[in-house]
């Protein structure tokens, strides 16, 4: 830490003049007393950092003192000391120049006398000579009479030192004083590890110092407003409904929007809150930022609890909205058992069927008549509609049952998987694009190098090389690979490459092959499209002759297997489908012979040769 120092130091080796004006002495004095000063100011001029440096790096490691105390702690969490182990923060020891306060000291108590055994002062950037030196001064005095039992650590940054002097005075310690003085020069990679050790600390750290100010804002009186009135409401909801007059549909939506606004009102207002505890409380940057942050989270929580309050309202909504649509739409007809004692089973079983298709249209007709009352009600959002259509769904055949806001939430939950789902399944299949059309870029780049390598004359035959010239860019273009394509065909990417890079794992019971994709193991046909893809780009990268390339392709797409499979009995199961379906094709269709399809010649040919019979 720095210890305090008296004002800044002035130059005692140039003067200024006092005879500045009356003579010639007198001005060229004062010129070199004016350009000693600017030399001198000029020697720090590199210690000085661009606006935009200052800016990158603050950002990066925070100001000076948060960079040092990130440092500190977490070098100090990585050497696994405690508080525990006696480890104490800031600790002074007197000398005769003034208190030395170390950044980090482990102190034991024996017959109550505190004994410091070894002390860490941490320089994490640039040290003025003065205020280096001063420290350095007071821990020789120390060093001298013994105060520290065990050793003092002196732990700078490789890449930042101290001043020049300090460093020499650091060094002359460590050689006046082995084991008792040490200089630990910290790499960059060291310093980095400890400050992204020191990061969370400093961070927890700080919110506990600051925790009055966040707790004060959480504290006023306008923020209590929106959380009241929600309350409030939820509260008239179900005393209304306990005197069993409940709040009607129209009524509930209306405070529902009056609710939503209040939330939104509340953000904005909780933000501009926060903004003015921290401009007020006067922070440092990074103790700024970090404030901010928890802020930002806690706004977060605090948005969030107050939706979850607004959605038992939205739960009542679809309650009124269900209760609607059953009184509007005529209960379902009670299902007949068709019971014709003499009658012919055929006939039966015939009027059975139209008293099927009868209820069958019965239901579609409430289905459609249902839909139609939803559309017609005031609902505030489509989702509240999605799940009250649901709910009805759901609760079709338990009509004489109410509908609770337990069937509300069931229907609330299979709708957040089905979009969960979904949303998965878009971010996969965009993954999935994105990685075919990476694949297909990277081969048909090595299809251009390889066919402009193999297209090279070889002053052997004249004709040979035009026709390889001719030939390798032709080969290249066909067996180029379109991403887009191969994404219409339902190529796994994934698959194609794991294959590639060789990581797959035989089957040979299976005869396939097992990769690991991101959901699980698939196992792939060894003559699927997706292990031909794969061997294609694996020989263009070994340098394979692109004829040959050609053929093993041409040969690999004449056999059609099933492509992949979450399991061997899945791939199993769709090899028997395949074989079915190709057994069913290779079958012959015997043609029906008709007078109709034989030509007019014919017909004649055989009267007339039936006349010559007779």
Sequence with gaps: MTDPTPGGEQSHDIVPRTDRGLTEAGDAGHKAYVMARIAEAATQLDKIRDPLDWQRQVELWGDRKLL?????????????????????????????????????????????????????????????????????????????????QDRSEYIIRESHPPHPEVMREAQQLAKDYPGKFVVVELSEPQFERAVEAGRPIVRAKTVEKLGHLIEKVRDSPELR??????????????????????????????????????????????????????????????????VEQVQAQQRDQRAQALWQQVARVDREIVLSAVSSVRAQVPAKTPVKQLELPGVDPVMARAMGGMLHLMQQREIEDRLVLEREVLQGLALPTPVHREVAELVLAQQRDTRGQAVTVEHVKAAEQDIREKARAVQAREVRERENRE???????????????????????????????????????????????????????????????AIARGTARPDDKAHALVVEVGDGPRWVDKHSPEVALAKQIQMVDKGVDLNLVYVRQATDRGMSAPAVARSREDLEQKRLELERERTLQREPHPELKSRAREGPGLSKGIEKGLGHGR
């Design 68 to 148: 040092h105390d990130t440092m500190m702690y977490g070098h100090q969490h990585l050497q696994g000391r405690t508080e525990a182990q006696g480890w104490r923060h800031e600790h002074p020891q007197p000398t005769t120049l003034g208190p030395r306060r170390h950044d980090a000291a482990q102190v034991v108590r024996v017959a109550g006398v505190e004994i410091v055994g070894t002390t860490t002062e941490f320089k994490a950037g640039w040290v003025s000579k003065k205020e280096g030196l001063r420290q350095l001064y007071k821990e020789r005095e120390l060093l001298a009479k013994g105060l520290t």
């Design 225 to 290: 407003t929106v959380p009241r009135a929600l309350e409030q409401f939820t509260r008239e909801i179900e005393k209304a409904k306990e005197r069993g007059n409940p709040i009607g549909l129209e009524a509930l939506v209306q405070a529902r929007d009056d609710l939503a606004y209040l939330v939104e009102a509340d953000k904005g207002f909780t933000q501009r809150v926060d903004k003015a505890a921290r401009e007020a409380s006067q922070l440092r940057l990074k103790e700024a930022q970090i």
């Design 435 to 497: 990685l075919m059309a990476r694949i297909a870029d990277a081969h048909n780049k090595a299809l251009e190098r390889a066919a402009l390598e193999q297209g090279k004359p070889r002053g052997v035959d004249r004709l040979e090389d035009k026709a390889r010239m001719e030939r390798a860019p032709e080969l290249a273009n066909i067996l180029r690979l379109d991403a887009k394509r191969l994404a219409e065909r339902g190529i796994d990417p994934r698959v194609v490459d």
